[in-house]
């Protein structure tokens, strides 16, 4: 068990620094190769920071930061990127159209809110160290910040010990320092930045509190009554925005130890759907060099999500995070890979996964039936390589072999149920369907029983 831990870590540390890198990839291969399974296993790996590959593992929260759809003919823009839905009304008997988001939207709105992996025992003391960082730099090069009432104001001491600053205002007329404010708390203010980081982008209305002393109280519990209480508050909110943007351009520059918050997307059988009929726009947004709020889109539907009052303003773009990785699966040997353009293909990085990769999946078997398993799916691809108009393509993967588990390792149900069906589609139409069916049966028994 420990060989397999290790061959499975090891398969998904290379292929997650792929996705890390390309941050869109599509397995691709034979049936039964585990694509699927392998795309949930980095899915982990990502997530869980190295320390397994297990989705199962995962926490209740962990696994909402990995998404799921397989694609078909009948799925289109509505279900995936959002549109008009019908809705019934509160009293049951009429039906209104309202606009509702699909699934991916849904899942990058949560991408877009999280980007760090915040709240860990290593997460918060960093945030610390970059904050007070900040601060430093800010009283050396005597930068001055504005509060929301215009009133400027500089940052005059940094205790670490004390884990206090002191700010002080001036004067907007002939630019006089006035008597600094009362010591500010670090805790404090770390508190605030945690709740800015997970504030909600497209969120109107939490943004607009957001930017009330009022609330700014409240998430510390406090009170904003006038004088030093209020004016206090008053100070932390200007600061939130400039430290933010610090610490994004720390952790892009690779100079914090706060690891990126990764969302995986898995669509699995991406070449059934109509893919520029579903992803829209997002066509564009999905190109790893757009990602961010500069390769911000405009969707079908964004004018119908404006605000009350707000119809005259230009609608908010759509944009994919730059924690956003998004990992598609499709069989080389389906007939709609077709449909997947010249253009597509170039937002992806294409990984095959061959029959004879990764069959450490048959290591859930017993050991014995594990070592006939190999040997009966060797025999099968070689004879299938052999047969004229045929190709590695149609070789059958290690997945279709761990039915033998809950067949009882019956391997002649395995043929007759699983494996013939597919080998018959194979044979369709080619010379000595029939003849070649029953060659490649008798490998298959030969290798089961050698």
């Known amino acids: 068990m420990a060989d397999r831990e290790i061959s499975i870590s090891s398969a998904a540390k290379k292929y997650a620094q792929c996705l890390r890198s390309s941050r869109n990839i599509i397995f691709h291969g034979a049936p039964g190769t585990g694509k699927t399974y392998l795309a949930r296993q980095i899915a982990a790996f990502m997530i869980s920071n190295g320390r397994h590959c297990d989705y199962d593992a995962l926490s209740a929260e962990q696994q909402k930061q990995v998404g799921f759809v397989q694609f078909h003919p009948g799925y289109d823009y509505v279900d995936f990127v959002g549109g008009l839905r019908p809705c019934m009304g509160k009293d049951g008997s009429s039906m209104a159209f309202v606009p509702r988001d699909g699934v991916f939207t849904r899942f990058v709105k949560q991408a877009q809110e999280h980007p760090f992996a915040l709240g860990g025992s290593m997460e918060r003391p960093e945030m610390k160290r970059l904050m007070v960082q900040y601060l430093k730099a800010a009283q050396q090069d005597g930068r001055v910040l504005e509060t929301k009432q215009k009133r400027p104001f500089t940052i005059c001491q940094v205790d670490e010990t004390a884990g206090t600053f002191v700010v002080e205002p001036r004067s907007n007329q002939d630019e006089k320092t006035l008597q600094p404010v009362a010591p500010l708390q670090f805790s404090e203010l770390l508190t605030l930045l945690f709740e800015y980081f997970n504030l909600p982008e497209d969120d109107d209305k939490k943004q607009k509190e957001f930017t009330t002393v009022n609330y700014i109280a409240s998430l510390l519990h ?229």
């Open 222 to 450: 406090q009170t904003t009554a006038k004088g030093s209480g209020y004016q206090k508050h008053s100070y932390y909110l200007p600061l939130l925005q400039p430290i933010k943007a610090y610490i994004n351009d720390e952790q892009k520059a690779g100079r914090t130890t706060m690891r990126e918050n990764p969302f995986v997307f898995i669509i699995d059988e991406i070449n059934r759907g109509e893919i520029s009929k579903i992803f829209g726009e997002l066509f564009f947004a999905i190109d790893p060099g757009y990602r961010g709020k500069a390769g911000g889109v405009i969707t079908q539907y964004s004018t119908l999500l404006q605000p009350d009052g707000e119809t005259d303003a230009p609608p908010k773009k759509f944009y994919l995070p730059e924690n956003l990785y998004i990992i598609g699966t499709m069989n080389d040997i389906d007939r709609s890979v077709d449909t997947f353009d010249f253009a597509m293909r170039r937002r992806f990085r294409f990984l095959e996964l061959k029959a004879d990769e990764h069959t450490e999946m048959l290591d859930q078997l017993e050991p014995a039936q594990a070592q006939t398993a190999r040997a009966c799916m060797r025999a099968l691809n070689t004879a299938i390589s052999q047969v004229e108009n045929l190709n590695d393509h149609y070789q059958i993967g290690a997945a279709y072999f761990l039915k033998l588990k809950e067949l009882s390792y019956d391997y002649d149900a395995l043929w007759s149920d699983y494996l013939a069906p597919l080998l018959q589609e194979y044979v369709h139409g080619l010379n000595n369907e029939a003849e070649i069916l029953g060659e490649l049966k008798r490998q298959y028994d030969s290798a089961r029983t050698a």
